[in-house]
């Protein structure tokens, strides 16, 4: 056990791979949002809001990869972890500015943008923050302060910017600006606030953890400043709980009712050729879609009853008898369920293709950055 022991300590020992003071150098030199930073901030938030307005995953991460918007927020946390007030105010101040910048620029990129978006998924995700989120900020942040603090920084920060994704709610919130809706707005800031917040506190422990050096501060100023970090920290933490809290509800009544169709595709003469789960609504609804014979009304109660051995209530069921008929021919059906089908498997192969040429397009761009850094490392490397 002692053994074991001595070689986890050696394992996690920083002491030799640490560099406090080049740290705190290089987190304040990134924080003033002046001059070059300005524009290329603006440019990262338009490319991240093309990339959203035509749904391409590849130009998304190309924008956050290019944004300097860590800066403000690394500071913020080393300002609190070292009780250095004035690094605070300036981190915060720019932390504003960027955020005021990010969002001028997204909003008349949407205004002026010929593009409409039929199917805003990746902006309709940015919407509903979850306890995830603050898992997700909190271990990036963490990385990302060791990835500051260390001697010989790697690529560590590109995965940050990456996973915690700042840049597509801000876009998102551009977006609401822009065509006023206001679930948008609040959604998608809240989720940026809750990602900028969570950075900053992970960047406040690892500080506090690596022993960095602390300004001068008496007690009340300290006192202060744990209790504005308290406050602040509870009401990030507990909407996003309800809100993840609602998204596992969501999750569990639609595998539930995936398996309540699965489990009655046929109901004596009639079948379910379709079903669709409403998750957008407080109240979540599974409609289903009948085929075949009508449904009499004892059936359907059976039916119901069913369900809620699948933890499904009788009023979150729909029934469409559209295309049921009372004098029942299977010959129709059949050419119906066809036709449904038929159309389904044009829309999937449609889809695919749309995905296959986003596919190309990024493995293209991925072969001529790797041949790009091929080159550079030659010449690099020429005597």
């Known amino acids: 056990m002692n053994r074991f022991k001595r070689y986890l300590r050696h394992i996690l020992y920083l002491e030799d791979d640490i560099d ?8 304040k030199k ?3 949002f002046r001059g070059p930073n300005v524009i290329i901030l603006a440019c990262a938030i338009i490319i991240a809001a093309v990339g959203l307005n035509v749904n391409s995953i590849p130009v998304i991460i190309g924008a956050m990869l290019i944004s300097p918007v860590m800066g403000p927020i690394i500071g913020w946390g080393l300002g609190l ?18 955020v005021v910048i990010s969002i001028v620029a997204a909003s008349l990129y949407f205004l002026i943008s ?63 600006i822009a065509t006023l809706k206001l679930n948008y707005i609040f959604g998608a800031f809240y989720l940026f606030l809750i990602n900028s917040f969570f950075i900053a506190m992970a960047t406040f422990a690892v500080t506090k953890f690596l022993g960095f050096e602390s300004a001068e501060a008496d007690e009340v100023h300290r006192r202060r400043n744990r209790h504005i970090a308290t406050a602040v920290l509870l009401v990030m933490l507990v909407p996003s709980i309800i809100s993840a809290i609602g998204t ?16 009655n595709k046929t109901i004596g003469s009639s079948y379910i050729f379709d079903h669709q789960v409403d998750l957008n609504g407080r109240h979540q609804t599974l409609d289903l879609y009948l085929a075949g014979e009508a449904l009499d009304y004892t059936t359907k109660q059976v039916l119901l009853r069913n369900a809620q051995s699948y933890g499904l209530h009788s009023d979150q069921i729909i029934f469409h008898e559209e295309a049921a008929v009372q004098n029942f021919n299977k010959n129709e059906v059949i050419r119906d369920l066809n036709s449904h089908y ?7 192969n449609k889809r695919i293709t749309e995905l296959e040429v986003e596919l190309a397009k990024y493995k293209g761009a991925e072969k001529a950055a790797e041949k790009a850094a091929s080159v550079g490392d030659t010449v690099t490397h020429q005597p």
């Open 342 to 348: 038929l159309n389904t498997i044009q829309e999937l």
């Open 30 to 32: 990134n924080i003033a």
């Open 81 to 98: 972890g070292t009780n250095d007030t004035e690094l605070l105010k300036t981190s915060i101040k720019n932390f504003m500015v960027m």
């Open 20 to 27: 406090r003071a080049s740290a705190a150098a290089a987190i």
């Open 114 to 176: 010929p593009l409409r978006l039929n199917n805003p998924t990746e902006l309709l995700a940015r919407t509903r923050p979850t306890i995830y989120d603050v898992l997700i900020a909190l271990f990036g942040g963490t990385a990302g302060m060791l990835e500051h603090s260390r001697k010989e920084r790697g690529t560590v920060l590109s995965g940050v910017a990456i996973a915690t994704a700042l840049m597509p709610p801000l876009c998102t919130v551009g977006y609401g």
């Open 248 to 263: 596992i509800r969501d999750n569990n009544f639609a595998i539930n009712a995936e398996r309540f169709v699965q489990s």
